[in-house]
């Protein structure tokens, strides 16, 4: 183990978790939460044992997705994840329901975002998926900063202002030294249901020319398909359904996965 | 000057700002910043004396929506805020452009927004409004329980995941006894622009409902019109055309803000 640099937290492995993928936005509502839903459900369609954290404790759309909400039960001192469509996910949404805002002040935030990682009998996985808070704030800063992350992924729409903010959550990851799986463009273009017209309603190419122009790589163009939304409003996510854009966003990721783990070259790992 | 409660700080006015209007939404991405832009430029060409304070740090979008970026200059110890549409503007886009994240813990971002309340030369105006950072955290309370806010507008999308977390900003108001002046539901529906059929791309009709519910008032539905996401990117709200469903919200904000005014009673405030 090489030593760390004053300040830098060590980043300790999660027992049985093969690889950690980041899902940030600079901006919120750009379906960071969308992508990361179906991701998940996705991976583990493909057969990959994945888990779900939802690390938006301030406003966790997770369950509501997911079309779950139960109160989590613990084994002794561990919590054990609820599973739904073959994941096993944890979130805020399952001790906090209802409409109660959750006024935290940064230190239990980065504490319970600890416990969730670190306290959760996620059991074996190929994939762990945490759900970031949008933005490039504290929150996320120290959550990438401690955990043994494989990779991130960062949603935009193409409009402009989306864009703008996804260019300061390029620039956090590599700043802390995550590898980037590449930037996911949402609400590409929508083809109207009643003639079938395409429009871009936020514009359009703006993730893959963003990808280019930091030499990061592009993962999926999905589309601003209203059957998205209502399977995230009906808990029924849409990767489920065959033929989406999803399905081949996961295999994307699985790919670039292997690749950057690759160029990391091989790791020695001392536990405590 | 009526005692304050244990641990709540003062509520100073802001000399010379007759109302304080906060714009916030429980999640990101639901056009908080182009209802915050467009009613602002809406009241100055209504002939109000308008300012425009952008309180999210993290992801500052007013500059580009604004489409002005300039620093601004200090007159001894106070800030000029920058000056465009006829609105007054402040925003940590001035200070930090460009695509660098900015990675301030609480107690910092506390005080750069105690900065742009007090510390700016907003003259007199009739309104300022201050456009909240997305969520229901730490940085939106501390801010609206320290500005003495006349009243605040929450927006939300149609889609059940934005009003799930649109409650809990209506909640957060409650708390912390800001007036609601009511609820704008944003991307109510999208007329297609090549057949003129009407997509509810992100359903619609949430936003008067759960304002039923929760027994506030309905302020406005704005299209999810191609036209003001491209006002926004290239600087030119759509307010500044004529006949949009934006100059009718900021009729309606003047209304809602006279009438809570009324049932707030006269005041007495005394200087420090």
Known sequence: MTPNQPGQMPKMPIPGVKYLIAVGSGKGGVGKTTVSVNLAVGLASLGYKTGLMDADVYGPNVPLMMGINRTPMATGERIQPLEQFGVKIMSMGFLNPGDKPLVWRGPMLHSVIQQFLRGVDWGDLDYLIIDLPPGTGDVQLSLIQTAPISGSIVVTTPSDVSLEDAR???FMFHQVKVPILGIVENMSFLNCPHCNERIDVFSHGGGRRTATEMQVHFLAELPLDPQVRIGGDTGKPIVL?????FIELAK?????????SKEEGPKIEIGE
């Open 168 to 170: 300061k959550a390029i």
């Open 252 to 260: 994307n990721v699985v790919a670039r996965t292997e690749e950057v």
């Open 241 to 245: 359904r065959e033929g989406t854009a």
